[in-house]
């Protein structure tokens, strides 16, 4: 039997709401409306006009097959215990709600790009839920579930950011030169992953400012009607009056991933040369694209030898404190820099304010001339190892 139970109307949000929920999940009755209010309220900021006058949200038992987005009524799997820490089922409402905009709002024959765009938009939403809730910044805390989902357990000491809940619950990492356009149902998380975290990327890059004009303009060029991944990729770049198909036409065809890494970083002192009152020390710096997709930050060719483009950032630090930041069109297998300063260069680092999201690996990302002691990456994984097993330890004694 469902329990019909009045949402109350939100003051920011453009709708009403109403909850059909299961007996079971009538305790989250509170936490399901005011997610489905933040949501509305947020998607009708950013992305215009609700496509319905109420929404009915409908539990489910968790498990169940998902239904179709229908206008004006979302289906959400619910368990029965869920951690008040963990916001896994406020993400499982934004997403839904997410879906109403992109989905059936508008349509999107490519599914790809309605489950990309709602697993990035919830990120934003479930930022601001958490913080209002526990005045920290994070996505939510990390939630792992027993005895076949039954018993959850929510790890207060992990706070995963919007990047890291969208690469870890999406596989991104395991998968990462997934083809979105793949038929195949088993990767579509992986998909939906990408995408999300192809967002993130360009927010980071051109400014959210930027890229929430990109959505509104499509939401309202594309409302009610069909819109391809296409379509949306020309109203972005058309929002932020630059051309961006540079950056879409990979994530949206083939099997494209991006990865950068610092090669190799080396220092020598030149004999008998002097920078100023001290002796001169050549740094050369090599920095590799290992993906197989440049980030370049347009799509003009490069003339000759010149670069064009200056989307891949990179920061040296040198002995005496001072910092360089070159930039790079990231086209080219490897770039090396070469210094010859009175100081050495002690650590390089490619893109050190992590824009790209979409990095594979940024264990890679920098490196640096001071030897650790400890033994380097092995015995610090090591030691996280430990410290990680004997958190668990007190977290299951404890709580």
Known sequence: MLLLLAGGANPGAAAETSLQLRPEHQRHSARVSEAANEAIALCTEWFGAPPFERLTVESAPAGSQAAGDRPGHVVVPMHWLQPARSLMLEADVTRAVVRQWWGVGIVLPDRFLADGIAEYAHTRMLERIYDRRFQREAYSTYEVRFFGG??????RALRLDRATAVVTLGEFRQIA????????????????????????????????????????????????????????????????????????????????????????LTTEALANTTCGSAQCVRSTVVVQRN?????????????????????????????????????????????????????????????????????????????????????????????????????????????
Do not use: C
């Not at 039954?150 to 790890?155: C, H, M, Q």
């Open 177 to 264: 030169d997934v083809d979105v356009r793949s038929a195949d149902s088993s990767l579509q998380r992986a998909q939906a992953a990408k995408i999300a975290t192809a967002l993130i990327t360009l927010e980071r890059y051109i400014g959210w400012p930027a890229l929430q004009r990109g959505f509104s303009l499509a939401a309202e060029r594309y409302r009610g009607k069909t819109m391809t991944a296409a379509d949306f990729a020309q109203a972005v770049s058309d929002a932020s009056d630059r051309d961006l198909s540079w950056f879409f036409t990979p994530v949206f065809n083939g099997p494209s991933h991006w990865d950068y890494a610092v090669e190799s």
């Open 291 to 399: 993906g197989n997709t440049p980030f370049t930050g347009t799509s003009q060719e490069p003339a000759g030898s010149f670069q064009s483009g200056r989307a891949v950032e990179i920061e040296l630090q040198f002995a005496d404190g001072q910092v360089v930041s070159e930039r790079w069109d990231g086209r080219s297998e490897t770039r090396q820099l070469v210094y010859d300063a009175p100081s050495p260069v002690i650590r390089a680092t490619v893109d050190p304010r992590q824009v790209l999201a979409l990095d594979l690996r940024r264990l890679n990302n920098s490196r640096s001339t001071r030897v650790d002691a400890s033994g380097g990456k092995l015995s610090w994984t090591a030691r996280w190892t430990i410290w990680f097993q004997d958190l668990l330890m007190t977290h299951a004694v404890l709580y």
């Open 150 to 155: 039954l018993l959850p357990w929510a790890i």
